[in-house]
């Protein structure tokens, strides 16, 4: 898993357009008490279920590789001149 130089920032930002994308279709929002690990599980599960990204197989399906996967559907998101991807 190839890692990006401003992963930590790429996740922060596919989680804020993750819980945009779940308010546009009509779920709450979660509330300050959930834990980062399980936000990051929740927003992977609907961008799966959505069908915005592939699915782990479910031997894989970790906090790392659902962070990674977020990170790629980020990078797809944003534009090549984005400064997070420089």
């Known amino acids: 898993m190839k ?3 401003n992963e930590a920032k790429l996740l922060k930002k596919a989680l804020e357009l993750g819980f945009a994308f779940a308010q546009k279709q009509g779920y709450g ?5 959930v834990s980062a690990k399980d936000k990051v599980e929740c ?3 609907l961008l799966v279920e959505f069908k915005q990204i592939t699915p ?3 031997d894989k399906e ?3 590789n659902m962070k990674h ?3 790629l ?3 797809r998101l ?3 001149d984005h400064e997070l991807l420089n």
């Open 78 to 80: 944003l534009p090549a």
């Open 3 to 5: 890692k990006h130089k």
């Open 29 to 33: 929002d979660l509330d300050k008490s």
């Open 56 to 58: 782990l197989p479910e």
């Open 73 to 75: 559907w980020i990078t």
């Open 69 to 71: 996967k977020l990170v």
């Open 62 to 64: 970790d906090g790392p």
């Open 43 to 45: 927003i992977y599960r």
